[in-house]
């Protein structure tokens, strides 16, 4: 058993502690948004993550997790902290570390103790290097500690299922010491341990979204040449998926990825390969092909229906996929205003994600959970 801080309460710190709670460790989740702590405490959870809810009141019950804003007093009572703060894209496409500095600037003022340090956020290379800079900056130099990369591997919607059934994890460390720790909280969830430098493991997970949108990618611009030639794009898909070099996963032709880490990770990746020099054509491509993605479907609609002026616009789905009210990057949030911008009236339905979607595009459409209620009377739905 070991005693974690995990720093941060969106859904790769919440998520994580609660499962490293529920394999026997001692987890406290920690942020500086007392508000969003006082509601954990209660039961409230600020995400939609199916099965969330019921572990952490399951843990809570047991006394292996608890919520906590007095960053600095958890600091110095944890074995392992981790680092799980947002690395949102800035204007540029590249990952802001704002937040990941804060964080090791706090753990440099309290350490008291050796300490492992494991960033579980997405960062680009070079920072597991830079937040140990960072805390010996502000600890000047008085303790030992070790940082480790062990990025997440997630899927919104499943996040639970993918973190206690772990493909691999991935694990990037200073000392056999730190590896041997992060090593063991693992080994409740997967036998497959990938032992790696710093560097290496934080651009493992850059590397695997990346190489996921540009399979995206790729069946969408074979999509859009089956409709020119009079192929089933379906039929495609399941004729290479079988081949096992390529397997049939991501290869579903559509709108195009969106969410919170494909279309961050592909730019901060091109930020990574422009920084040491390299013209990363391939995903340029992946990244253009996508943004074009949302405007094919758009001009269906224009062939389809001529002018929007006045016509009524279903639109199916407001998060960037099910199961989920993350709705960062989602298509929704670029074709609803253009179809308004149109002269459309818009109708939009969604299960789960309606409060979200409002606080991004507000009431420029109507909004409903039923999806009969929605299709009703339409001219279109997308």
Not at 307 to 336: C, M, N, W
Request: glycine residues 8%; hydrophobic residues 40%.
């Amino acid at each position: 058993m070991k005693k974690i801080a995990v720093i941060g309460t969106g859904y790769v710190g919440l998520v994580s502690g609660t499962c490293f709670a529920d394999s026997g460790n001692q987890v406290t989740c920690c942020d500086i948004d007392q508000l969003k702590i006082n509601e954990l405490t209660k039961g409230i959870m600020p995400i939609y993550e199916p099965g969330l809810k019921e572990l952490v009141h399951k843990n809570v019950r047991k006394g292996t997790l608890k919520f906590s804003a007095n960053i600095s007093q958890e600091i110095k009572d944890a074995e392992v902290i981790l680092i799980a703060v947002g690395t949102p894209m800035t204007s540029s496409g590249k990952a802001d570390l704002t937040y990941v500095k804060q964080v090791a600037q706090s753990i440099g003022e309290n350490l008291n103790g050796y300490k492992v340090i494991v960033t579980k956020s997405t960062v680009p290379v070079g920072t597991g290097k830079f937040i140990e800079s960072v805390i010996r900056e502000y600890d000047n130099g008085k303790h030992p500690f070790d940082v480790v990369s062990n990025p997440e591997f997630l899927r919104e919607g499943t996040a639970i299922k993918d973190t206690m059934n772990m493909e691999r994890a991935v694990i990037g460390a200073t000392s056999e010491k730190a590896f041997q720790m992060i090593a063991e909280i693992h080994q409740p969830f997967t036998a497959n341990i990938v032992k790696a430098s710093l560097e290496t493991a934080e651009i493992i997970k850059y590397a695997a979204n990346a190489f996921l949108a540009t399979k995206i990618s790729f069946i969408n611009d074979i999509a859009n040449i089956c409709e020119r030639v009079g192929a089933d794009v379906t039929k495609v898909s399941a004729g290479i998926g079988l081949d096992s070099r390529i397997g049939n996963k991501f290869l579903q032709a559509g709108v195009g990825f969106g969410g919170s880490c494909f279309p961050k990770d592909t730019a901060a990746l091109l930020h990574i390969s422009e920084d040491c020099g390299y013209d990363f054509k391939l995903i340029k491509a992946v990244i253009e092909t996508n943004e074009g993605q949302r405007v094919q479907l758009v001009k269906k609609l224009l062939l389809a229906l001529g002018s929007l002026q006045g016509k009524t616009i279903s639109v199916l789905g407001l998060a960037f996929k099910p199961d989920t009210d993350d709705i960062r990057s989602s298509p929704a949030l670029d074709i609803i205003p253009y179809l308004t911008e149109q002269g459309a009236i818009v109708k939009a339905y969604d299960p789960i994600a309606i409060v979200e979607a409002k606080k991004q595009i507000g009431y420029q459409c109507t909004y409903s959970e039923d999806i009969y209620e929605t299709i009703t009377a339409s001219d279109a739905c997308m």
